[in-house]
C-alpha cells in the first residue's frame, strides 16, 4: 500500500496552487526524476551529467 502525503512534510501548495514537493520527500522517495524540480537533492548531479552530454 502506497503511503499518504502529508501537506507541509512531503508537498506544498504555492501561490499558483501548484503542488511542489520538497527536500524531505525527494529523498524518502530516494531516487531523481529528472524533471528539475525544485527542490531536488541531487539538482547538482543532474546539472554536472547535463553538462558532460553537451560537451
Known amino acids: ?6 501537506e507541509n512534510v ?4 504555492n501561490e499558483d496552487g501548484n503542488f511542489v514537493f520538497t527536500k524531505a520527500y525527494h529523498l524518502k522517495r530516494g531516487y531523481c526524476c529528472g524533471n528539475g524540480c525544485k527542490h531536488c537533492p541531487w539538482k547538482d548531479d543532474e546539472e554536472e551529467k547535463s553538462k558532460h552530454k553537451q560537451a
Open 1 to 6: 500500500m502506497e503511503e499518504k502525503l502529508i
Open 10 to 13: 512531503d508537498y506544498y501548495i
